[in-house]
Structures are given as C-alpha cells and as structure tokens.
Nanobody
Framework: QVQLVESGGGLVQAGGSLRLSCAASGRTFSRYTMGWFRQAPGKERDFVAA????????GYADSVKGRFTISGDNAKNMMYLQMNSLKPEDTAVYYC?????????????????WGQGTQVTVSS
C-alpha cells in the first residue's frame, strides 16, 4: 500500500519561501514519477511540478518556472518542493502524487496515489 504524507505548508508573506516535503512509503519508488499538484478554493486541481525519480527528469507548470524547484532523495523516499518568491496566487492546498511509471506527465488523472494535502497561504 503506497502512502504519501505531505508536510511543510503554512502561512508566509508574499516574496517569502517555503519547502514542502512528501514522505513516500510502501514501494520501491525508483521507477515512479512523483508530482506536486495544487488546488485553490473553487478551482480545479492543477499540475505544479513532477520528477521522474529514477531518471531525474523534471517538469514545471509555466506559472512556477524559475520560482519552484522539485527534488527527490531516493535513499530516504522523500520528495521536496522548494518554493521561492511566493505570490498570493500560489495560495492553495498542495498535494503529493505518485505514478507507477517513469514517464513524466502532467495530467492528474495519470497519477495513481495521492497524499492528503498541505495548506499553503501567501499573504499580500
């Protein structure tokens, strides 16, 4: 049973930084793609970033390119999202997700496992 647990959310002022963490368990994730998605109130859950854990390739939504960095620690089964230069429009619940192939995709329907989410609030 795959389990994903996010942490690191909170309240930050615009221009600040946060680092989200995702602890993964229940599988060997070297052949997985891991991703971050976010959902603001009344909106769809949107792709933020993804990493092909074994291959190391990464992808980002245009809205976060240059500000957010996704990374993973295979040995610890941990994934991170470093978020810099945060904006009020980054406010959302952020979800960790896993997909059981190395092919990096952005569609949320392609991900098999999800965490419970962590709230990020950016004040102006």
């Amino acid at each position: 049973q795959v389990q994903l647990v996010e942490s690191g959310g909170g309240l930050v002022q615009a221009g600040g930084s946060l680092r989200l963490s995702c602890a993964a368990s229940g599988r060997t994730f070297s052949r997985y793609t891991m991703g971050w998605f976010r959902q603001a109130p009344g909106k769809e859950r949107d792709f933020v970033a993804a990493i092909s854990w074994g291959g190391g390739s990464t992808g980002y939504a245009d809205s976060v390119k240059g500000r957010f960095t996704i990374s993973g620690d295979n040995a610890k089964n941990m994934m991170y999202l470093q978020m810099n230069s945060l904006k009020p429009e980054d406010t959302a619940v952020y979800y960790c997700a896993a997909r059981a192939t190395r092919v990096l995709v952005t569609a949320k329907s392609a991900y098999d496992y999800w965490g419970q989410g962590t709230q990020v609030t950016v004040s102006s």
